[in-house]
């Protein structure tokens, strides 16, 4: 996790059905991902968080069927933080560099990007929490040469997210 402050995930088994191919029918574990954390895995967990101005991007390697997500919370830091992966480029930079870690390789991966909804009425005064967080986060995957394959973000409306790291497969839930 992101560092040592961090809330270990909450593992569970899954209800739903074991991932195809698991040798003795074994389901996935099952993951929260708290605001400000991330996660990288060679694992074939099931990660679920919940987000609604925030951001999650998810980077997948076809090759490996690994990857990770993280769910940041602000676009920029304000002041020195504690917890760097609230903020949208280190969150995208610790991300990056963790599925790179697991041996994933750049060419192969892909990214999906969700939330980033504005849940308060807007103001011509400022853009969005939410709208400077999908910013962020475009402009980071588009210097990184990162194709985003899928996008759900923006709205008034919350989501939930389950990223299933085995099969690079995202569902998305409107709350």
Request: charge should be positive; include cysteine.
């Amino acid at each position: 996790m992101a560092d040592a402050r961090s809330r270990t995930p909450y593992v569970l088994p899954l209800v739903a059905d074991a991932r195809p191919g698991s040798a003795n029918g074994d389901r996935p574990a099952s993951v929260y991902l708290y605001p400000g954390d991330w996660l990288a895995s060679a694992d074939p967990l099931v990660v679920s968080t919940v987000l609604g101005s925030c951001v999650a991007v998810c980077l997948w390697d076809r090759e490996t069927q690994s990857g990770g997500l993280n769910h940041f919370v602000l676009p920029y830091a304000s002041q020195v933080d504690g917890a760097p992966c609230r903020f949208g480029p280190s969150a995208m930079e610790v991300l990056l560099a963790k599925v790179l870690a697991l041996g994933c390789e750049r060419r192969n991966l892909t990214a999906r990007m969700f939330g980033g909804a504005s849940q308060f009425a807007p103001t011509s005064e400022r853009v969005p929490i939410g709208a400077q967080n999908v910013a962020v986060a475009t402009r980071f995957l588009e210097e990184a040469g990162l194709p985003l394959v899928e996008s759900q973000v923006g709205g008034t409306r919350g989501r939930r997210i389950v990223f299933s790291i085995a099969t690079g497969n995202v569902s998305v839930k409107n709350l």
